[in-house]
């Protein structure tokens, strides 16, 4: 069994393509139902963030779950399949564990080293796992990620390299409203759910004066609000029928909602220009970090507003880590990759010793019945002292092969010498054989390949 990925990110499809393929936590159950359900995968976890969609799949063949994955997201992102090829990435075995090792380090990230990462794909292992989707190789994956995610951003200095994507956004608004920036200013946040913390923590640290934070459970908002209030910011909590109040008197806006379709329209907005207690001197600064858009695009056109969406901030040279920072953490990755295959490959390895000696045990008890029918006259103490002296001999024999076997798997290729012994001593493991990797799959660096290859 191998480990099948399938993405769509900000480095390959433009974000009106994202927004289809967008993966909600209502939707993420269904996907890995279907997938689960089709006939060469055995485990899935589905990894969906506001800038990547990706699909880890455990496999037995490639070229057939590769077509099911293809079909399961095409149908939920209503693209036909040539237009999701045009945009997605596919990574097999070594290469998907490598990709996911990275993303988890933040070196995939549209800025690279933030750390918001790590809780996505933690979300996006517990979803699996809740749905016992999470077998053996999806949970040792997952937590190894994990770890290596931690140990980049506690061994380097990535994070100082990079910030998430919603100071990158903060910063920017911070420079179209100019002198003093934030300080002393009033900011709305839409949405209240770990973007809208992360915005109202950012915010708070920037010396904004007050904060409005809009959602469409109003207890949530108050909830995100009374977090803002403990840090000393002036900060209400409301429900969504007050949101182009709230606009009126606002510097900046954050919208991070996950919602589907735009939840801030051009009239929300024209609203709250209009209103009478607006300062028409004001600069409105729109920060849309939803994915899907959260504001409707027609609002970057109107006067006096700025919308800074995924697409803007994509090109902001903030996204980039200092090149020593980012190649000390490919470095641990690449530590990490190898200590996990390792592992893996010698997992791999492990039913077929166990075979081999269950064969041998098997023998010298057979052959210890022969005996006792032979030399019936052999007292207790005899025959016990014969079989000792059997299976020592057999243990000495199998000593030497069984470590050398494991030390070799370790390697790559390692299970070919794991495959030798099943096929010298005719074994049957209790586990399948590892799927071969495609000899067309990889451009020999094995990084993997567009889907459309």
């Not at 976890?45 to 779950?65: K, L, P, Q, W």
């Not at 900011?187 to 904004?208: F, P, Q, Y």
Request: hydrophobic residues 45%.
């Amino acid at each position: 069994m191998s480990v099948l990925l399938v993405g769509v990110s900000h480095r390959t499809a433009p974000v009106p393509v994202l927004e289809r393929v967008a993966v909600t936590d209502t939707d993420r159950p269904k996907l890995i139902d279907k997938l689960l359900a089709s006939s060469h995968i055995s485990e899935a976890m589905i990894v969906s963030t506001c800038n990547r969609v990706e699909v880890y799949a455990v496999v037995d063949a490639f070229h057939g779950a590769l077509t099911e994955v293809g079909e399961i997201l095409a149908d939920h992102s209503g693209l036909d399949l040539t237009a999701l090829h045009a945009h997605a990435y596919v990574r097999y075995s070594e290469a998907a564990v490598e990709h996911l090792f990275a993303v988890a380090s933040g070196l995939d990230s549209m800025v690279i080293g933030e750390q918001q990462i790590l809780g996505q794909i933690r979300s996006a292992y517990a979803s699996s796992d809740a749905q016992q989707a999470a077998g053996r190789v999806v949970h040792e994956l997952a937590q190894q990620a994990l770890r290596v995610g931690k140990r980049v951003h506690s061994e380097t200095g990535i994070d100082s390299a990079g910030a998430s994507v919603v100071s990158v956004a903060l910063d920017r608004a911070a420079g179209i409203i100019g002198e003093g920036g934030l300080v002393g200013r009033t900011a709305v946040v839409v949405g209240a759910g770990s973007m809208g913390g992360l915005s109202v923590a950012h915010l708070t640290r920037a010396g904004i004066e007050r904060i409005v934070v809009v959602n469409r459970t109003q207890e949530r908002a108050e909830h995100l609000a009374e977090t803002a209030r403990s840090n000393g910011v002036d900060a209400d909590g409301v429900a969504f029928e007050q949101l182009s109040a709230a606009m009126a008197q606002a510097d900046v806006m954050v919208t991070c909602t996950g919602a589907v379709g735009a939840v801030v329209t051009l009239a929300d907005v024209h609203r709250a220009l209009a209103e009478p207690d607006r300062d028409n001197t004001k600069h409105l600064v729109i920060c849309d970090l939803g994915l899907p858009r959260d504001i409707d695009p027609a609002v970057a056109g109107l006067p006096g507003v700025t919308v800074l969406d995924m697409e803007t901030l994509q090109r902001d040279p903030a996204a980039g880590a200092a090149a020593s920072d980012a190649d000390a953490a490919r470095t641990i990755v690449a530590g990490e990759l190898a200590t996990y295959l390792a592992g893996q490959r010698l997992a791999e390895v492990t039913p077929t010793v166990t075979a081999l000696r269950q064969r041998a045990a098997d023998v010298v008890e057979a052959e210890l019945m022969r005996l006792d029918s032979r030399l019936p006259g052999l007292d207790d103490p005899q025959r016990d002292e014969v079989a000792r002296t059997v299976r020592r001999v057999v243990d000495k024999l199998l000593h030497a092969p069984t470590v050398r076997v494991k030390q070799l798997a370790s390697a790559p290729g390692g299970d070919s010498y794991a495959a030798a012994l099943r096929e010298l001593f005719e074994l049957s493991p209790g586990s399948p054989a590892a799927v071969a990797t495609p000899t067309d799959l990889v451009d020999g660096d094995r990084t993997g390949r567009d889907l459309q290859a």
